[in-house]
């Protein structure tokens, strides 16, 4: 079977139609073999614990790279949507908050560990963060260990609305342990200075008061639902935002840095 039309493009990955009821996600030449199999293979264990996710077929390689087949998930992103309707706003990031606490539900001992994760993407950020690696590292074992199942990169970006139900798509990124680490990502990609190439810095500044009302939205909402203590997921932003440094993403590092350096101080 050859790939089908182009549904999106990713920083690691783009995906391709697949059949009628499958899709491929075709990795980047260079991404490792071993990424890939361990991506299907927490893709599998996710859902078979019943998250709502896509399940997981096989891999494959197409024209010298490495792909995985998906069950398609049928219907649009929340935030897709929301650019044709925007009144749904208030009601998605609402829902993007339960959503998240029903996964935090789920647990399995086969996924990488919170911890482990965000001690090596800090440690590959040393040449940013000097001295203050070590530092938030030795932090970071001080926080609760938790065995949540954590989609790692959640917003209403990696939801898809498909029959009325909710489903998490790009799992790349999960790990299991304290929700609080997981809010805290959420958080941060709500607030993100970052804007898409070709659109002026300007706009990201403009958008710091809008993106803080979301985030003091959806926190109240998870909050709400989780009972989780406000101070817990503060705690979680210093490493947090540590080791998002490791993603290189344009227009973050210097924000970064100050929540870094600002957490350090306190």
Same mark, same amino acid.
């Given at each position: 079977?050859?790939?089908?039309?182009?549904?999106?493009?990713?920083?690691?990955? +783009?995906?391709?139609?697949?059949? /009628? +009821?499958?899709?491929?996600?075709?990795?980047?030449? #260079?991404?490792? =073999?071993?990424?890939?199999?361990?991506?299907?293979?927490?893709?599998?264990?996710?859902?078979?614990?019943?998250?709502?996710?896509?399940?997981? *077929? +096989?891999?494959?390689?197409?024209? #010298?790279?490495?792909?995985?087949? %998906?069950?398609?998930? *049928?219907?649009?992103?929340?935030?897709?949507?929301?650019?044709?309707?925007?009144?749904? *706003?208030?009601? *998605?990031?609402? /829902?993007?908050?339960?959503? /998240?606490?029903?996964?935090? @539900?789920?647990?399995?001992?086969?996924?990488? $560990?919170?911890?482990?994760?965000?001690?090596?993407?800090?440690?590959?950020? $040393?040449?940013?963060?000097?001295?203050?690696?070590?530092?938030?590292?030795?932090?970071?074992?001080?926080?609760?260990?938790?065995? $949540?199942?954590?989609?790692?990169?959640?917003?209403? #970006?990696?939801?898809?609305?498909?029959?009325?139900?909710?489903?998490?798509? +790009?799992?790349?990124?999960?790990? !299991?342990?304290?929700?609080?680490?997981?809010?805290?990502?959420?958080? %941060?990609?709500?607030?993100?200075?970052?804007?898409?190439? #070709?659109?002026?810095?300007?706009?990201?500044?403009? $958008?710091?008061?809008?993106?803080?009302?979301?985030?003091?939205?959806?926190?109240?909402?998870?909050?709400?639902?989780? @009972?989780?203590?406000?101070?817990?997921?503060?705690?979680?932003?210093?490493?947090?935002?540590?080791?998002?440094?490791?993603? !290189?993403?344009?227009?973050?590092?210097?924000?970064?840095? =100050? &929540? &870094?350096? =600002? !957490?350090?101080?306190?």
């Amino acid at each position: 079977m050859e790939k089908g039309e182009l549904l999106g493009k990713g920083m690691t990955a +783009d995906v391709y139609k697949w059949g /009628q +009821d499958e899709v491929l996600k075709l990795y980047k030449e #260079g991404y490792r =073999e071993e990424w890939i199999k361990q991506e299907a293979a927490i893709g599998r264990k996710i859902n078979e614990v019943g998250v709502p996710s896509p399940a997981v *077929f +096989d891999m494959v390689e197409i024209d #010298g790279r490495k792909g995985i087949i %998906l069950q398609r998930i *049928f219907g649009k992103s929340m935030q897709a949507i929301l650019e044709k309707e925007p009144w749904r *706003f208030h009601s *998605f990031v609402q /829902q993007l908050a339960g959503f /998240q606490h029903k996964i935090h @539900k789920y647990s399995n001992e086969g996924l990488p $560990s919170q911890k482990e994760k965000y001690s090596q993407a800090i440690a590959l950020s $040393s040449g940013i963060l000097g001295k203050k690696a070590k530092m938030i590292i030795d932090f970071l074992d001080t926080l609760p260990e938790g065995d $949540s199942i954590c989609h790692g990169d959640l917003y209403l #970006g990696n939801i898809i609305v498909s029959n009325d139900k909710l489903v998490a798509i +790009d799992w790349s990124g999960v790990y !299991r342990g304290d929700p609080s680490g997981d809010v805290a990502r959420t958080c %941060l990609i709500i607030n993100s200075p970052a804007v898409p190439p #070709g659109i002026p810095d300007i706009v990201g500044t403009m $958008s710091a008061f809008p993106k803080w009302m979301t985030c003091q939205l959806y926190l109240n909402e998870y909050r709400r639902a989780s @009972k989780a203590k406000l101070e817990n997921l503060d705690a979680w932003m210093l490493p947090v935002a540590a080791a998002r440094l490791r993603s !290189r993403i344009p227009g973050e590092e210097k924000w970064l840095m =100050e &929540i &870094i350096d =600002e !957490r350090l101080k306190s």
